[in-house]
């Protein structure tokens, strides 16, 4: 484990940061930056074939990037260029270099952003826009010339430049990087301001196949593509932590495309394992270097795949994903107009491939198994020189990880003392895994005080995984945990707070608490170490749904499985989870305004009332939660929360907007989340959900930084595939939803623990040690734990979640999820769940379109309790309930199966 380093950063008034007061604070602290870019001296506007390009005069960097098809669009962040005109503030156009010479030991670093002066303009060839000589923004000494072209080439717009070695030494180029300046600036915008004018955007960190898209928040096109121009590897990211514009809850930060590393890799990054191999270059006196950037169009983010292929670049389409279970047979499927000369992997045997027939000659198909667990890297050369670097990460079977995190979490982190001064045991509490041990304390009231999703999530982990995994011991000490810590300690038990859910349940009092009680080494001097008042108000109505679930898991034990909760009928917990969920409007008004993480544990909450027949608090519940979807459906993006940009509001927001028929606001719900959720071949971006603050709320290492997989990702990943379903022919919905799924199994470690993210600096590139607000991804884990069987013209029949087998008339997916409790067969349109009782296989009949799905139970489990949905099918034998359900006892072998047939 990598020890930590903690970034200082300011929170902007806490959790209650205003866009508007936050924006306003981050250019006050640049303001007396000098102006040095020369932007007074105007500009140069040109036009490509898909773009409007605005250079400033004297340096020739970008000022503003409008594609032609949408005016109103720009790229870049022009508007705040009068405020970020200064030295050290990045634009695109500039390139940062880390060299030295032969014979010496030190790297020595230049940026053309690091002093500016106009730049000397000089003449090209045919197709420049705009070329000049950097020499004026470098040192006298630097022993490179730099030379920048603008250009249009084939009708698009390229980036290149040309580094001339001038001295008479050899130089070693360690580091080259190209700032990619965008516009994910979120000040002082409004969200429907934000969507409409901003964009984020994500690597693939793929050496000669990487890319970045460029994606607007709204998720509609055009989509800006930046590939490589010539032979430009994308060997790492880069954040750009020395440009002074501060990061906050509204600004990301700046990246560059990282071409050689080697440099950094010897110095900042010492002792991590990086993504691709650290490389350099040696450039002889008198010979130079060239490296470039192509910036391309696309119509959307489903269609960037179809548009690399179409510009000759790499593609590599992994299924299920690229997180690979060890049991998973996943198939990688490349296209490229060159063969595969060579495929490396590191480490070595990690993981076995084996060619494969591919359905479409297009493409080459590979089968993977996973071997070793952790990190992979795949190396693929092709006859032109092209390489192309894949990542994945292979984990334990979904079932193992299962039994592994429910031991960690009842057993490492479970906290039990008598003499507990805030009322915490017995619990599952959050745990540093850095130095194996729980957190009693820390100045952060909620990670000590098991509530709000940074103290929350390892007790709702643990919930949550009995619903998918039920296992007696672990249940019997939850149950323990729900009777004598959550109900009426998070949770109000008396008075006019019945039912309301605290903040926390430590907090900081120290004149009203024994002497010795906190302790000397933690900064309690912060404003998120709440008093005993502030800890105890219940008006936050993120931590209900946490409860919520709480709840609403031991209901589902304790009504469809036999001997595993004896504490109370299933009824009262069904009933606890109700009233939780109302109380959440009325004693947190404010907040419940918002979609929350979590949120569509109401949806399943008023779908089991309403299956109980529990029609008059089912009809009470819908009515509160269709207020809620109301104001949804009224604004153009409902996505907002305490913070002034968020990415977990949407779940809650599609959800009702699909169960009350609001297409339109599910359309656009849907359409944000793959704005910031991509689909690339690694598995740290696959199918990652935007998130870049909650390191400060909920992690160790306490920085503004994007986050791979955290809660967002498997919380997301529950309209997408809602949607997937709703719509089973798009591969694109299914791709990007298991891989968010899958995100929250990423980054388990091998022994059970549970991470609040992976850590996407290069400098680190490892979980981070808290267990943080994990729970709220592993709850998206959870409820989302399918598996799906589809057929594709060009990959022919695909398992997710499952391993499948193709006969002659018959094709078979063989189950490999955690929960084995579901299944969509994409061809039928047929979605079967499972509430007791595992599915094991799952038979499709090519042409009678016949199903046959095989059960197993257990001693806790006498029948399979089974729900079909679906228009166009019907038992063999027997008959569904009107809801589509069917109850089938477990023969002695504990084994149960029924066919569906197709109505013609």
């Known amino acids: 484990m990598i020890k930590h380093v903690t970034f200082g950063l300011v929170l902007f008034g806490g959790l209650m940061a205003a866009s508007a007061a936050v924006g306003q604070d981050i250019w006050d602290r640049i303001s007396d930056t000098p102006q040095t870019l020369g932007i007074q001296n105007g500009y140069s506007v040109y036009e490509t074939g898909a773009f409007e390009l605005k250079l400033v005069k004297d340096s020739q960097t970008m000022a503003s990037l409008i594609p032609r098809s949408d005016q109103t669009f720009d790229y870049v962040p022009f508007e705040h260029l009068d405020k970020r005109g200064g030295d050290g503030l990045y634009q695109l156009g500039d390139i940062n270099i880390r060299l030295r010479e032969s014979g010496k030991d030190e790297w020595q670093d230049f940026s053309s952003a690091g002093h500016r002066q106009p730049v000397t303009p000089i003449s090209a060839g045919q197709g420049v826009l705009a070329a000049a000589d950097l020499a004026a923004t470098f040192p006298e000494d630097m022993p490179l010339k730099v030379f920048r072209y603008w250009e249009e080439v084939a009708g698009d717009l390229v980036l290149r430049f040309k580094l001339v070695n001038s001295s008479s030494q050899t130089v070693e180029i360690g580091g080259l990087g190209l700032p ?43 989509v800006l593509l930046v590939v490589p121009h010539g032979k430009t590897p994308f060997e790492a990211y880069r954040p750009l932590l020395d440009d002074p514009t501060p990061k906050s809850v509204t600004f990301e930060g700046f990246h560059e495309w990282q071409v050689f590393t080697k440099g950094y890799a010897e110095e900042e990054w010492e002792g991590v394992s990086p993504w691709n191999a650290p490389q350099s270059k040696e450039i002889l006196p ?16 489903k269609s960037i795949e179809e548009k690399l292929v179409a510009e000759n670049r790499p593609v590599g389409v992994g299924i299920p994903g690229f997180v690979l279970p060890k049991d998973v047979k996943g198939k990688l499927f490349l296209r490229y107009p060159e063969n595969i000369t060579s495929m490396e992997v590191f480490p070595a045997n990690s993981v076995s491939i084996e060619k494969v027939k591919a359905k479409d000659e297009d493409w080459t198909a590979y089968e993977i198994t996973g071997n070793q667990w952790g990190r992979v890297r795949l190396t693929v050369t092709y006859e032109d020189g ?36 805030f009322g915490r045991s017995p619990s599952v509490i959050s745990y540093d895994y850095e130095e194996q041990e729980k957190v009693l304390q820390d100045s952060r009231a909620w990670i000590a005080g098991l509530s709000d999703e940074g103290g929350a999530g390892s ?66 001097d912060t404003w998120a170490a709440w008093s005993k008042k502030d800890a105890g108000t219940t008006g936050r109505s993120y931590n209900y749904p946490h409860v919520t ?28 989870a109700y009233e939780t969920a109302l109380a959440m409007v009325e004693q947190a008004p404010h907040y419940a305004q918002y979609g929350q993480m979590e949120g569509s544990v109401f949806v399943y909450l008023l779908k089991d009332l309403q299956g109980e027949g529990w029609s008059t608090k089912a009809a009470k519940l819908e009515a509160v939660m269709r207020n809620r979807a109301d104001i949804w459906e009224s604004l153009a993006f409902p996505f907002g929360s305490e913070m002034p940009w968020d990415s977990t509001g949407q779940e809650e927001v599609y959800m009702w907007s699909d169960y009350f028929g609001f297409d339109n606001k599910a359309r656009v719900t849907l359409n944000a989340i793959l704005a910031y959720m991509p689909t690339v071949p690694h598995w740290g971006y696959n199918g990652s959900a935007r ?12 920085r503004i930084e994007r986050q791979l997989h955290h809660y967002g990702s498997a919380l997301n990943a529950i309209p997408v595939l809602k949607a997937y379903r709703d719509h089973p022919d798009d591969l694109y919905l299914l791709r990007v939803g298991h891989a968010g799924m899958m995100g929250a199994m990423a980054n388990i470690t091998a022994d059970g623990f549970g991470p609040a993210a992976f850590h996407s600096f290069p400098s680190t590139l490892d979980i981070d040690p808290l267990s943080g607000d994990y729970g709220s991804g592993f709850y998206g884990y959870v409820v989302n734990n399918g598996a799906y069987l589809y057929e594709d013209d060009r990959f022919g029949w695909l398992g997710f979640g499952g391993n499948v087998e193709e006969g002659a008339s018959k094709v078979t997916l063989n189950l490999t999820t955690g929960a084995k409790n579901a299944v969509f067969v994409a061809p039928a349109e047929v979605w079967i769940t499972s509430r007791a009782g595992k599915i094991s296989r ?34 063999e034998k027997g008959q569904l309930t009107p809801n589509g359900e069917i109850s089938l006892p477990f023969d002695e072998q504990s084994t149960q199966a029924f066919t569906l047939v197709h109505n013609e």
Do not use: C
């Open 842 to 875: 799952v038979e499709y009949d090519k042409k009678s379109k016949a199903i046959t799905v095989k059960l197993t139970g257990d001693q806790f489990t006498p029948a399979a309790k089974v729900k079909i949905e679906s228009a166009g099918y019907q038992l």
């Open 386 to 421: 092209t390489v192309q670097t894949i990542q994945y990460k292979v984990v334990k079977p979904e079932t193992a990880i299962l039994a592994d995190m429910g031991s960690f979490l009842t057993q490492e982190q479970w906290y039990e003392d008598d003499d507990d001064l």
């Open 180 to 222: 990619m300046i965008f516009d994910n600036i979120l000040h002082h915008k409004s969200l429907e301001e934000a969507h409409h004018q901003k964009v984020f955007y994500d690597p693939y960190i793929g050496m000669d196949a990487g890319y970045l898209q460029v994606n607007r928040l709204d998720g509609n096109g055009p």
């Open 691 to 702: 998130r870049y603050w909650d390191f400060l709320y909920g992690g160790k290492i306490s």
């Open 459 to 524: 007790w709702l982990a643990a919930m949550m995984k009995q619903l998918v995994a039920p296992n007696p011991e672990e249940i019997a000490k939850l149950e323990r945990f729900v009777h004598e810590t959550m109900w009426g300690g998070i949770q109000y038990a008396e008075g006019d707070r019945k039912f309301g859910v605290k903040k926390s349940v430590f907090y900081y009092e120290p004149d009203s608490m024994p002497a010795g009680t906190y302790r000397d080494d933690i900064n309690y």
């Open 286 to 301: 008198g010979e130079a270097l060239e490296v470039g950037l192509r910036f391309v169009l696309t119509e959307s983010v």
């Open 549 to 576: 679930a709480a709840y609403w898991v031991m209901y589902r034990l304790a009504r469809d499985y036999n001997g595993l909760v004896e504490a109370e009928q299933w009824d009262w917990y069904l009933d606890q």
